[in-house]
């Protein structure tokens, strides 16, 4: 499976980006989909996952009432709606699938997107 993450920008506080991550390859097994991000001199952490099937969301209480989650079935792609954006919220964000059954906030996807730069300006 290969994902390939857009998106990302350069934004002001309180405003909105919208991030896209394309799945191609063998996608007929997809358990979840997620984000991460990793700010500069911190270990990634989990933002948002979504499970394939049956589109239960989770999110972390860092982006919870801001983020929203979607999956499209059919394009094989996952959206990160970003709104209300901080200076806090400035990292490179990658996109991750799961094949299998995992604990979804966690880093135990089995592929990782290249990455796409957040930039929130206060």
């Known amino acids: 499976v290969q994902l390939q993450a857009s998106g990302g920008g350069l934004v002001q506080a309180g405003g909105s980006l919208r991030l896209s991550c394309a799945a191609s390859g063998r996608t007929f097994a997809t358990y979840a989909m997620g984000w991460f991000r990793q700010a500069p001199g911190k270990e990634r952490e989990f933002v948002a996952a979504?499970?394939?099937?049956?589109?239960?969301?989770t999110y972390a209480d860092y982006v919870k009432g801001r983020f929203i989650i979607s999956g499209d079935n059919a394009k094989n792609t996952v959206y990160l709606q970003m709104n209300s954006l901080q200076p806090e919220d400035t990292a490179v964000y990658y996109c991750a699938h799961a094949r299998r059954v995992i604990p979804i906030t966690t880093m135990k996807y089995d592929y990782w997107g290249q990455g796409t730069q957040v930039t929130v300006s206060s």
């Open positions: 979504i499970t394939w099937s049956i589109g239960i969301t």
